[in-house]
C-alpha cells in the first residue's frame, strides 16, 4: 500500500499540491470551528505535540542524506 502511494504521489504535479494544502487548510478550519471550546481548553497539549512533531521533523530535514 505505501508503495502504491508513492507512485500516486509522484504523479502530482505542483498545483496539485498547492490545491491539497489549501484544501487541508480549510477542512482544519472547518474542523476546527466545531471543537474550538475543546481546542482552547486543551491548548498546552496542543503545543506540546506541535512542538515534538516540529522537533522530530526538523531533525530528519536536516540530517536527510540528499538522494
Known amino acids: ?4 502511494a508513492k507512485e500516486r504521489t509522484k504523479t502530482l ?4 499540491i498547492g490545491v491539497l494544502k489549501i484544501y487541508c487548510v480549510l477542512f ?6 466545531f471543537v474550538s471550546t ?3 481548553e486543551h491548548v498546552w497539549w496542543f503545543a506540546g505535540v ?8 526538523g531533525y530528519r ?3 536527510a542524506e540528499p538522494s
Open 50 to 57: 506541535v512542538l515534538v512533531l516540529g522537533v522530530g521533523l
Open 1 to 4: 500500500m505505501i508503495q502504491w
Open 61 to 63: 530535514w536536516f540530517t
Open 28 to 33: 482544519g478550519m472547518i474542523v476546527g470551528a
Open 13 to 16: 504535479n505542483m498545483w496539485d
Open 38 to 40: 475543546f481546542v482552547r
